[in-house]
């Protein structure tokens, strides 16, 4: 299991990169998330949603109610904003330096002094 300050702290590029592959709902996000992370990483309605709101505060992306045709109730979706893909190519940028020095340290061999 990914401990919840990892989680908190990769969730804006999460959702900001899921969006960009399409608009999606609330529990859709979840559960790929879900499936991605091989169930490793757990998000609640109550995690996600304050998330999503400050993010469509923020402008990074935009929601619109959805009556599909097989539900009694609307859905809202979420659409990444231009914004919004550019803020997910800096976070993959900081993302990826984040890593490289990760690697650099777990993979640096032990001196023998």
Request: aromatic share 8%.
């Amino acid at each position: 299991m990914i401990s919840k300050n990892l989680t908190a702290a990769s969730t804006k590029p999460i959702i900001l990169g899921i969006l960009k592959q399409g608009n999606s709902y609330g529990y859709l996000i979840i559960k790929k998330i879900k499936e991605l992370s091989g169930g490793k990483m757990k998000y609640s309605d109550g995690m996600l949603y304050p998330v999503l709101h400050r993010l469509e505060k923020d402008g990074l992306i935009v929601s619109k109610w959805v009556m599909e045709d097989d539900s009694v109730r609307p859905r809202k979706y979420y659409e990444i904003t231009e914004a919004g893909k550019q803020e997910l190519t800096q976070e993959q940028a900081q993302w990826s330096q984040v890593n490289s020095v990760l690697d650099a340290i777990w993979n640096v061999k032990p001196s023998n002094n």
